[in-house]
């Protein structure tokens, strides 16, 4: 069965960093683009950070740019995402996310990892 298992979060002071994992099961991964959401308390979920199947193209939100860095490795099945310079306003759930288009949506979600960001 299709499973993205999320790792890496935790509790970080202003100003640090954090590496998120997660590792993909059960789909062909290389064809899927990847993707980092995050929602906070009382907040709709935004996408943070994508990248498309092969690796070739990334983009982020406004929010993040310069900070956090979306990674892909085929070979293995594992998307990261790497934040530096974390604020508060960081702070949220986040998702990994895998999308293919193939005459419908294919849309797979993890289970989120918390970070907060907090002296």
């Known amino acids: 069965q299709v499973q993205l298992v999320e790792s890496g979060g935790g509790l970080v002071q202003p100003g640090g960093s954090l590496r998120l994992s997660c590792a993909a099961s059960?789909?062909?991964?290389?064809?899927?683009?990847m993707n980092w959401y995050r929602q906070a308390p009382g907040k709709e979920r935004e996408l943070v950070a994508g990248?498309?199947?092969?690796?070739?193209?990334?983009n982020y939100a406004d929010s993040v740019k310069g900070r956090f860095t979306i990674s892909r490795d085929n070979a293995t099945n594992m998307v990261y995402l790497q934040m530096n310079s974390l604020k508060p306003e960081d702070t949220a759930v986040y998702y990994c996310n895998a999308r293919w288009y193939a005459f419908r949506k294919y849309d797979y979600w993890g289970q989120g990892t918390q970070v907060t960001v907090s002296s």
């Open positions: 059960g789909f062909t991964f290389s064809y899927y683009s």
């Open positions: 990248i498309t199947s092969n690796g070739g193209s990334t």
